[in-house]
């Protein structure tokens, strides 16, 4: 009954999105104020509507309901609690329905808090929305129904397969997809602006919180991804160029260039035509990025003939909103006036320069995670695009980009002088010297590269620091009058701050995996050990443990350094019966510098099992910098200036402070 | 996300075994580490997107067999990855080759950094030879009383 309600509240809410998308756009064509009202009761109505179908799926799995066919594919008595109900989205239907949810969730925010908005705007952005969500709630009804029932319903399912069945793999989608349908909020915008012809501050200064808590979503979305499949896969990589983690990435790259240009947007008033394309692209990378993983179309053009139905309705929504957004803009973006002109040595010309390379950064993912498919497509030769080609032309691109992050925010608007900023690094460049000079000491193993590249990682923590020093006046005045300034320096200095520290803490871990990682492959019998970076490991036993859902073989290894007995480590190689599948479980034991994973394969036969261990160097500090990035995201949202509703009082402190 | 999961299932479903196992390994471990190097830049053909370093297939089993044996019979890394590509194809190349094929490919991206250089110079020329910006009120009154003043 209930699983019912929740399909009848879902094929509602499709109606209502109907309304949604062709009423209030009329109304805003008119000018007439009655009909564009009905834009903020329906968005509403559409959010309660997809909740409460979701609350039914939510229930479908909590009760283990398996006469509903994807619960029965899905989920199994035996499943932890936190499992069955990330069982919901654990599969391409449900995941779907977790989709228009957060899209609905955004239209219902724009309704509540939207009523600074000019009406036409407000009514327009959510006419836009409501497309979207009929094209996804369409999609689910037609080719994905999740409320499809089983008669006979089975006694048990089949239970969730058993990599998803983690922790951080549990709330990884909703992250990701909060990041990818939040810039849907950046897209409607951008598309009722263009329908309007106009782009003002107040158009910018609303796009960025958005673009902003969708960036955050999405940066740890896809450092929960990441990290999983790091102490999940079993041999320790974080990042495998694979086309769905291209497919997040993508979307991630032009969702940054985006939030810069908005910077410009809003208080420049230049690069705004480029800033709605940006708007288009993002949001259409993560249609792509939604769309053609799950299609799995990356894989082979001939995916789409093993569900047809699906595969063209796909086609249908990226060509209709893709293609959409992009005619409106060769037409309407001439009519955007550009205004604001600045020199190429300027805030904005740095601005600019990102775009530039991150909009070319992400066309290297974008074309190396196509171009086997397009090949293939037009008959050519069947290629792979691995690693190796990301690594030879994404690094290049980030270099200089990482390079002159630091650089940017000491710059002046309109125009600037360089030799000013780099004054202002001098105390950064120290560091940098001496951090490379400390690497080349202590590392003996490893490339010098090694040494440039957590240069660049300084670089960028200590170009954060000593730009916030400055702002402070932390060398030059008294201490108290920094603190005065610190008090009254905006979030979003400290917010920026934090993202671009946090990025040179990811670099470092990244170069620190790359060079300096080290590597234990063996056998062990029982009472024998190895050494691996100055640990000494002794296998001392190997059993079996029962865990909820699955039986698991342990070893117990204990770890040495240097006399000092460190403790037991204890990877596992789990066995899902109902599953009928294997994971392995690696022991990771950090110490804030360095990881030492470890893990369990199998018996080889002479009573000797097999061991893979690492040392990975800096590897915590990969996903710590990208949480510290993430953190300065919300700290950057909760500046007053960008809080929905706050814009009136926010101007008048605004008015107030220094000029940043 | 999910599809990488799907895919990498399809790599554990076979059994949760780990890649290089301590019996493939080389004695000589300068011959062993080029091994490695070049199983990194092989991809192994039934699994998706992953080299036969990190494969545990039996077919990516039988590639590290095959690239030691030829480095023990005395291979240079290239000759050894020729032999496998003869067999295989390019498809088992990670990295895809540089020939007409493959231009776009590896010229693509730095294509678009230079076109949109190119658009950015294009528009800070015309801006310069183009109108003045247009000054605001404040600015324009300031310019009033110096040019006031000057007269």
Known sequence: ?660 | MRALILSLMLLLAAGAALAVEPSEQLKDPVLEGRARDISRELRCLVCQNQSIDDSNADLAKDLRRIVRERLVAGDTNEQAIDYIVARYGQFVLLKPPFEPATWLLWFGPFAVLLAGAGIAVAVFRRGRSGVAPSLDADEQARLDRLLGRAE
């Open chain 1, 1 to 660: 009954m209930i699983v019912e309600l929740g399909h009848f509240a879902l094929t509602l809410a499709f109606a209502v999105a109907l309304v949604q998308m062709v009423v209030p756009m009329i109304g805003a064509h008119r000018r007439d104020a009655g009909l564009m009202a009905i834009a903020r009761p329906a968005a509403l109505m559409q959010f309660v509507l997809i909740a409460m179908a979701f609350g039914a799926l939510l229930f479908a799995y909590l009760t283990s309901d398996f006469s509903v066919k994807v619960v029965a594919e899905n989920s199994h008595t035996t499943k932890p609690l936190i499992y069955k109900i990330s069982g919901v989205w654990g599969n391409h239907e449900g995941s779907m329905v977790l989709w228009v949810f957060i899209l609905s969730l955004y239209g219902a925010l724009v309704a509540l808090f939207g009523r600074n908005l000019p009406d036409g705007l407000r009514a327009r952005v959510l006419a836009v929305q409501a497309s979207i969500g009929v094209a996804f709630l369409g999609f689910i009804l037609f080719t994905s129904n999740p409320f499809v029932r089983l008669d006979p319903a089975p006694f048990e399912g089949q239970g969730l397969n058993p990599l998803l069945q983690d922790p951080a793999l549990a709330f990884h989608p909703p992250f990701l997809y909060a990041g990818y349908v939040g810039l849907s909020m950046a897209f409607s915008f951008a598309i009722a602006a263009l329908i309007e012809g106009r782009v003002d501050a107040s158009w910018a200064r609303w796009v960025r919180p958005w673009t902003l808590g969708a960036w955050t979503a999405l940066t740890v979305g896809i450092a929960m991804g990441s990290w999983w499949a790091y102490y999940t896969l079993g041999w320790g990589g974080f990042w495998f160029w694979d086309p769905v983690e291209n497919a997040s990435l993508m979307p991630w790259l032009v969702a940054t260039a985006l939030l810069h240009s908005a910077i410009v947007a809003e208080k420049r008033g230049a690069l705004k035509s480029w800033t709605i394309l940006l708007a288009i692209f993002a949001f259409s990378l993560s249609l792509v990025g939604t769309f053609l993983v799950r299609s799995g179309v990356l894989n082979s053009v001939h995916a789409f003939a093993t569900d047809p139905s699906r595969g063209v309705v796909i086609l249908c929504i990226l060509v209709f909103f893709i293609g959409g957004a992009l005619i409106l803009y060769g037409w309407r973006a001439p009519v955007l006036k550009a205004e604001g002109l600045f020199a190429p040595l300027s805030r904005e010309g740095a601005l600019m320069l990102n775009n530039l390379l991150l909009a070319a950064a992400a066309a290297a993912v974008f074309i190396g995670t196509l171009y086997p498919l397009f090949l293939d497509a037009i008959g050519g030769p069947k290629i792979t695009v691995g690693p190796p080609f990301f690594n030879m032309t994404f690094a290049p691109l980030m270099v200089p980009l990482l390079c002159l992050v630091p650089l940017g925010p000491l710059l002046k608007w309109k125009r600037s002088d360089l030799v000013a900023a780099t004054e202002r690094l001098m105390g950064a460049g120290v560091a940098v010297i001496v951090v490379m000079l400390i690497v080349l000491a202590v590392k003996t193993h490893g490339p010098w590269l090694a040494a440039l590249g957590m240069g660049l990682a300084a670089w960028l923590v200590a170009g954060a620091f000593f730009e916030l020093a400055w702002r402070l006046g932390l060398f030059s005045v008294p201490l108290a009058e920094s603190f005065r300034r610190a008090r009254r320096l905006p979030r979003a200095s400290w917010g920026m701050a934090m993202a671009h520290g946090g990025l040179g803490i990811v670099v470092a871990g990244i170069v620190g995996m790359t060079a300096w990682r080290q590597e234990l492959v063996t056998a062990l019998k029982i009472g024998e050990s190895a050494e691996l970076a100055g640990y000494t490991l002794t296998l001392e036993q190997v059993g079996m443990r029962q865990g909820p859902n699955y039986e698991a073989l342990v070893g117990v290894i204990d770890v040495k350094r240097g006399g000092r007995d460190l403790g037991l480590m204890l990877p596992e190689k789990r066995r899902f019966p109902v599953e009928k599948q294997e994971k392995t479980e690696a022991a990771i034991r950090t110490n804030g510098f360095s990881d030492l994973y470890i893990v369990i394969g199998d018996d080889n036969g002479q009573g000797a099992w097999t061991l893979r261990a690492y040392e990975n160097s800096l590897a915590p500090w990969i996903w710590a910098g990208a949480i510290i990035m993430a953190a300065g995201g919300v700290v950057s949202l909760t500046d007053r200036r960008y809080r929905v509703g706050a814009p009136a009082r926010a101007r008048s402190r605004l008015a107030a402070q220094p000029a940043e």
